[in-house]
C-alpha cells in the first residue's frame, strides 16, 4: 500500500526556515517507521538526514516525534498510524542540527553531572563487587534506560522551565542512588533537591507513556521525592 509521510526538514546551513516535505512509500503494514524512512533516503532523498545505528530498540539513537508522539522510529510499525498520513518531526524541546538530527549534547552534560558511574569512596575490593539478585531487582527497571531522550523531549514542564533537569536524568540518579554497590546515597539525594531537581515534576506521566524501554519514569521520580522528604524533613525543596 502507498503511505504518505510528511517530514520535518530544516538545514540551518541552507534554509531561512524549516519546513515540511511529502513522500508516498509503498510499504507493509508491518513495516517500521525506520524502514520507511530508509526507503525515502535510499530512492527518494539522500539529502534526509535521521539517526540510526542498531534498528532494533537498543542503541536509543532514533528518537523523534511520530504523529505528535515522541518514539524510536525502529519500534513503531506503519500500521500503528492509521489515517492516512504520518507525520515525523525532531525531538521538541532540542535544537535541530540537521531534518531529524537534533543536539543532544546539552541533555548527555545534564547526566553526566550527576556522576552517572558507581562511586564508592571504600578502598576497591579484591574481587568483583558483589550484588545480591534481591538488590539487583530494585534497579531492573531502570537500568533499562537506552537514552533515547524521548521522556525528556515530550515533558511538558521543560517547555515551561528549559533548566529541569528532566524526567531521563532522573531515571539516571535513581539507578545509581538504588545501586547497592555505590556509596554516595546522600549526596545524590542532596544533588537532586534542588527547584530544578526532582521538584518540578508535577505527574504528567508523559514521560512514562512514551518511554520505549517501559521504564515506570514518573514513579520512580515520585520515589525520589519521597526519599528526599525522609532524608532532609527541613531541606526538601
Ligand atoms: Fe528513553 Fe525511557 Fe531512558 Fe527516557 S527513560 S531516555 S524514554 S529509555
Ligand atoms: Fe537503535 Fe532505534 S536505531 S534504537
Redesign the pocket.
Known sequence: MDVNFRIFRFDPQVDKEPGYRNYTVSAEPWDRI?DCLNKIRWEQDGTLGY?????????????MRINGKCA????KLVKDYPGGEIVVEPLPHFKVLKDLIVDVDGFLSTIKVLHPHLVDPESPPEQERLQSPDDRRKIDDVIRC?L?ACCTASCPVLAENPKYIGPAALVWAYRFIHDSRDGRYTERLKQINDHDGVWPCVNYFECTRVC?KGIPVTKSINQLKREIQKAFPERSE
Open positions: 525506520l539517526r540510526m545505528s542498531c534498528a532494533h530498540g537498543v542503541c536509543g539513537s532514533d528518537g524510536l522510529a525502529c519500534q537506552i533515547c520505549p
